[in-house]
Structure formats: structure tokens, C-alpha cells
């Protein structure tokens, strides 16, 4: 009896211990969880263009930094821009021609990495066999002021074609097309390999045909963080090369994330993945190619970039950049 009543008390202790070793434990990360610093990244919807972000963000790299990621979802590159020009966001993943468009209506962003390079596609029916035959088709696009908005009409302007072009989710362009709503479409990936696994269209010019090596999504910060948390900003361009190095040197890894945190199917990943181009180095170059481009097309006005290289200067500042790789 005595023996049982030992057993009890000893249950009691233990149980009391453990408790209140819980109740520490749970405080320890509450207490560890609120040293952390809140940034708001933006980025675009199952876009594999801002894989880094996801990567990161999967792996804990912001909480390692001292930074907690407030995650901000947007559907294209427009409405993300207008969320950050309205003070919604510290940082984040967007087109580079989306960028440029906020920059120059005065939003105060800096572009300090880039995300990717390349990585979106026309995709048509099975019957059109090339961009010639799309003059006079219904082709769709992921949004106005996308880069795959500006893309689509530079093949209009180089080939001499006249297409009507239609905005729509990124999302249901595959799904249109199997429907024959629209003849062909461009997107980010995995949207175009997408349509090739399912056997409802084809590739059939690539964004490395339409501009080689050309910048397509960027990482950015606002100017303010950048002025008044230099070291926040630079964390965040740490935890992006971190990313960015590590899906070149674990693609497999790197796609099954990208799989978990989507939904998409990992075939549809693999199909994409030669397409993409992981290159944190900015190509000015082609940014100086899509700005006066951006300014025939009315889609910013020559009066608020009267100097292409100056403008391009303040949207782009690789300086911490250049101190991460150095360290």
C-alpha cells in the first residue's frame, strides 16, 4: 500500500515537474519569437519565379536572421506594387517591369538582387505551330503591367503581328485555353508546363527567345528600410543568396518544396525547370532594354524617366549584394 502510495506521489511530482517545465519552455519561445523583427514580404502566387522566397521561408532562414516573414499574396505584379506603394510592404518578390512602373509613378523601391532569370513561354493550341500564326488570335496574359504583358508585345512588334490580348487570372489561362477561350497564352512556370502536361498546348517561343538572359523577377526592398534598417535589409539579401545558392545546389530538394507549399504536382515542377535560369546577379543590360520599350508602349511616360541610365540607377543598388558575397 505504502509501495502504491510512493508510486502516486512520484506520478504527481513528475507530472507537476514536466508541466512546469512546459509552461517554460512555451515562454521561452513566446519570449524568443517576439525578439524577432516583423518584415512584410510580398511575392506572387505559386510563381516558381520566387522560389527563394519559399525555400527560405520553408527552411526558417528569416527566424535564424532575427526576422519574423510576414508572408503577402498577390496575384500578379500591378496589385502587389500598388500594396507596396500604399506602405503594405517592407520587401519582396515581382516582375522586373512591374518594378520599373512603380518606380517611375514614385514608389520608393529598391531592386537588390534579382530572382530569376527568364523562366516564362507561349503556349498555343495544338494547331498553332508558331508565333506567326498568332496573328489575329485571342492570346492571354497574367495581368496588365506584367512582364509577360511587355513580353507578349514585343513578339507583336517584332513579327509585325496583331494579337488580342486578353488579361486574365494566371491561374485559369491553362484551363481557358483547354477550353479554346483563348488560341494561346504567356505565363510565369509552372503554368506553361502545365498546359504540356496535361496536353492542351504546346510551347512554342520561350522568353529566352524573345530576350536572352533577360531580367525577369526581382528582390527588392523599400527605400525607407534600406536607409533607416540597413542591417535588416541586408539579413534579408543574406537569407535570399542563402536560397538562391542552395536551389542551384539541391534542385530536387528545392523542387519538392516548391511542390509542398503549392500543391503543384512535381511533374509539372520537373517539366518547367530546364526553362529557369537561378541567377541573384541583376542584368542591367536588359532593364535598360525594357524601360524605353515600356515608354513607346505608353505604360510609363517619358516625362517621368527623361534619362534611362539615371533612372535605372536609383531602381538598382547591388551594393549589399556585393557585401554578402564578399562574406
Known amino acids: ?61 528569416y527566424e535564424e536572421e532575427g526576422i519574423k516573414p510576414v508572408r503577402m499574396e498577390y496575384l500578379y505584379g500591378m496589385p502587389e506594387m500598388m500594396a507596396f506603394k500604399a506602405g503594405e510592404l517592407d520587401a519582396g518578390y515581382v516582375g522586373i517591369v512591374p518594378a520599373i512602373i512603380a518606380k517611375a509613378k514614385g514608389a520608393n523601391l529598391v531592386v537588390v538582387a534579382s530572382a530569376n532569370l527568364e523562366g516564362s513561354a507561349i503556349v498555343a493550341k495544338p494547331e498553332i505551330k508558331n508565333v506567326f500564326e498568332l496573328d489575329g488570335k485571342t492570346v492571354g496574359t497574367p495581368g496588365l503591367g506584367s512582364i509577360q504583358d511587355c513580353m507578349i508585345r514585343m513578339v507583336e512588334e517584332r513579327f509585325n503581328l496583331r494579337m488580342n490580348v486578353k488579361h486574365y487570372k494566371f491561374s485559369d489561362l491553362p484551363l481557358l485555353l483547354g477550353r479554346g477561350e483563348i488560341d494561346a497564352y504567356i505565363d510565369w512556370e509552372p503554368f506553361c508546363a502545365e498546359a504540356v502536361i496535361k496536353k492542351i498546348g504546346h510551347i512554342i517561343y520561350t522568353s529566352h527567345d524573345i530576350l536572352p538572359n533577360h531580367q525577369c523577377c526581382v528582390f527588392y526592398v523599400s527605400g525607407k528600410l534600406l536607409k533607416e534598417k540597413p542591417e535588416i535589409a541586408k539579413k534579408l539579401v543574406r537569407v535570399h543568396v542563402k536560397a538562391m545558392r542552395f536551389i542551384r545546389e539541391n534542385p530536387e530538394e528545392a523542387k519538392k518544396i516548391f511542390s509542398e507549399m503549392t500543391g503543384k504536382p512535381l511533374n509539372v515542377v520537373d517539366e518547367c525547370w530546364g526553362r529557369m535560369v ?23 511616360s517619358a516625362r517621368d524617366i527623361s534619362d534611362v541610365d539615371r533612372f535605372v540607377e536609383s531602381l538598382v543598388n547591388t551594393k549589399l549584394l556585393a557585401e554578402v558575397e564578399k562574406s
Not at 537561378?278 to 524605353?292: G, L, R
Open 1 to 61: 500500500m505504502l509501495d502504491k502510495r510512493k508510486v502516486m506521489v512520484g506520478l504527481a511530482i513528475g507530472i507537476l515537474l514536466f508541466s512546469i517545465l512546459g509552461y517554460f519552455m512555451v515562454f521561452e519561445v513566446k519570449r524568443e519569437a517576439e525578439k524577432l523583427t516583423p518584415v512584410r514580404i510580398g511575392y506572387i502566387s505559386t510563381d516558381i519565379h520566387h522560389l527563394a522566397f519559399f525555400v527560405a521561408y520553408y527552411k526558417g532562414w
Open 278 to 300: 537561378w541567377d541573384y546577379h541583376v542584368n542591367v543590360k536588359s532593364i535598360k532594354i525594357f524601360v524605353p520599350f515600356l515608354i513607346e508602349q505608353g505604360k510609363v
